[in-house]
């Protein structure tokens, strides 16, 4: 079933100088890991905006092409409508966070959409847990370390359990192990829920052993678009900048000196057991 | 010279976020600061322009306990990137931000122009002059962040996690820079999580966790070692996790990036590099 569909998708922002999408269309399947990633400034986060209707609703100007979540239209609904759909971490967590203790932040989505009471207690209980945050539950949001701040927004979106997850660089501010964590989390909600994701990283080596679809953006364009393997090997992927995961990288360069590896490696798992072969082979 | 000693910091809150820290960063160094969140890191670097000042040991830069000057005295040394770029810029356009400290510091018209200009290019926002900060994608905010630092050359540069919202190719510039700012023997300090990035750059590292330091050296040392890693919630760079796994084979395990990973695999098939 398909979850996301993106036609032809233009959009400049009201005195922006030029299109930060160009003509975008990408499908998403109901249940896909999708890693969004491309240079700054290429029109990830926009395409994120586009996903939830905070572009154009929120920051003005025409949206050319059509664009379909969960079967809903974009344009005829309201954001907050969307909101139970689709839920979106920003990619600058102090802009999501207002409330003046961590839990209430939290529980705001839920409220909203009159969740019961002893639902949302449950429910943001459960986030703080994922997300590692229970100490911080009473704190104020703007009084905590970056990371943790992130940890409160990815909470949020985590309690809303919503059928599409959009994630805008989620991790940056995280510790590398949290950061781990995080990812086992979404990963375990995208395989047991069925909840779809789409995550924007530009750290692939941590972020793409739980994706099974690589997008990648250039100019606000899509230029790659595909399984993560046949898109980190792509000579256009090494060109544009995108930061290919070292697993990979290193088949590349061994490559370049002449030796044969025979397949692309993703993960650590993937490269150790390829030089394995090849460092046995005589 | 920086020297931290036997510094404790609480904020208002009660939080304790600094217990009794003590480091010394000389001239030249390349110093990555890495840990937990909320282990200390931002705390720490911002004592160092007087942004905050201990609550109890003292921060001396240059010989200077940093009780004992204005906050824009230290300016003019160390300049600060922080680690939300929306804290650090409020002008209209990119080019006037950029040159906001060079006109405080009183530089010449003629000199300014020509330090924007450089910085604008260094890090890819030429197009961006006349365009508002707040226009900006995340990864260009945090640029131009960078940039109205480095446009006026501070003998210590403090960059609270520069290579956020940063593609490959930006993260390769930076380190470059870097590497220049070092053989003038300025002195570099970033708060980080990219162990990618510190791995290539192959700086000094110190661990943090819980409001203390726990350990210092060389990225290698720090970064391969496993119990260091898991105390200071970080991971192995992932070089060093493939090659873990090649040890029963005969393979160092003390690699952090592609060249040494390069150089010990054509060694061992004995191919010529
Ligand atoms: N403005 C503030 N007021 C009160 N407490 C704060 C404030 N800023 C940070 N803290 C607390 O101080 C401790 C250290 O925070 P700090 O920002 O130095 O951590 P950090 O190591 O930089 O973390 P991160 O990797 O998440 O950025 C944390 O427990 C945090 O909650
Ligand atoms: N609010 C805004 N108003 C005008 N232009 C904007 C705005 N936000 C972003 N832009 C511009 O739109 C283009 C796409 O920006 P977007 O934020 O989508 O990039 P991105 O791929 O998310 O980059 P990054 O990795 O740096 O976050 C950029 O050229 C940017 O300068
Ligand atoms: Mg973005
Ligand atoms: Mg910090």
Request: glycine share 8%.
């Amino acid at each position: 079933m398909t979850v996301i569909e993106a036609k032809g998708l233009t959009y400049t922002y009201p005195g922006g100088t030029r299109r930060a999408l160009e003509d975008v269309s990408i499908t998403i399947e109901k249940g896909e890991f999708v890693i969004l990633t491309g240079p700054s400034g290429c029109g990830k986060t926009t395409l994120c905006r586009c996903l939830n209707g905070l572009v154009p609703n929120f920051y003005g100007g025409k949206l050319e092409g059509e664009i379909l979540v969960t079967g809903l239209k974009v344009s005829e609904h309201q954001i907050y409508e969307l909101a139970r759909h689709v839920g979106l971490v920003f990619q600058n967590p102090e802009n999501q966070l207002f409330a003046l203790f961590v839990e209430k932040d939290v529980a705001f989505g839920l409220e909203n959409l009159g969740v019961p009471r002893d639902e949302i207690r449950k429910r943001v209980d459960w986030a703080l847990q994922m997300t590692n945050i229970e100490n911080l539950r009473e704190r104020a949001p703007h009084e905590l370390s970056g990371g943790q701040q992130q940890r409160v927004a990815i909470a949020c979106v985590l309690a809303m359990q919503p059928d599409v997850m959009v994630l805008d660089e989620p991790t940056s501010f995280l510790d590398p192990l949290g950061a781990q964590q995080i990812f086992d989390v979404i990963s375990r909600l995208n395989k047991e829920l069925g909840i779809t994701v789409v995550m924007v990283e530009h750290r692939l080596d941590l972020a793409s052993r739980y994706s099974n679809h690589v997008v990648v953006m250039d100019k606000g364009k899509v230029v790659l678009d595909g399984e993560p393997k046949d898109v980190f090997s792509s000579e256009a992927a090494r060109l544009i900048g995108v930061g290919i995961p070292k697993a990979t990288r290193l088949s590349q360069v061994l490559e370049m000196s002449g030796v044969r590896l025979g397949r692309v490696p993703v993960t650590s798992e993937e490269a150790s057991q390829v030089l394995k072969e090849v460092l046995s082979r005589d | 010279m920086i020297e931290v000693k036997g510094v404790s910091f609480t904020y208002p809150n009660g939080v304790e976020a600094l217990r009794e820290v003590s480091l010394t960063i000389h001239d030249g160094e390349f110093v990555a600061i890495m840990g937990q969140n909320g282990a200390g890191k931002t705390t720490l670097v911002k004592q160092f322009n007087g942004l905050l000042k201990p609550t109890r040991g003292e921060i001396f830069v240059d010989g200077v306990n940093t009780r004992k000057v204005s906050v824009a005295t230290l300016a003019r040394k160390v300049g600060f990137v922080f680690q939300n770029p929306d804290h650090q810029l409020f002008c209209e356009t990119v080019e006037d931000e950029v040159a906001f400290a060079l006109r405080n510091f009183g530089f010449e018209e003629s000199t300014i122009k020509k330090r924007v200009a450089w910085a604008l290019n260094l890090l890819d926002l030429t197009e961006y002059r006349e365009t508002s900060p707040f226009m900006l994608s995340g990864g260009e905010r945090k640029r131009v962040a960078l940039a109205s630092v480095l446009a006026w050359n501070p003998k210590v540069v403090v960059l609270d996690e520069p290579t956020i919202g940063q593609d490959h190719k930006q993260k390769e510039k930076l380190r470059q820079f870097i590497v220049q700012l070092i053989a003038q023997r300025k002195t570099v300090i970033i708060v980080t999580h990219d162990v990618e990035f510190v791995a290539e750059c192959n700086s000094h590292v110190v661990l943090m966790a819980q409001g203390k330091i726990v350990a210092k050296g060389s990225a290698k040392q720090m970064l391969t070692n496993s119990a260091l890693v898991t105390q200071a919630s970080i991971v192995s760079p992932q070089i060093t996790q493939i090659f873990l796994e090649l040890a029963d084979l005969g393979m160092p395990i003390d690699l952090i990036n592609i060249h040494e990973a390069r150089e010990a695999l054509l060694n061992f098939l004995e191919v010529d590099s």
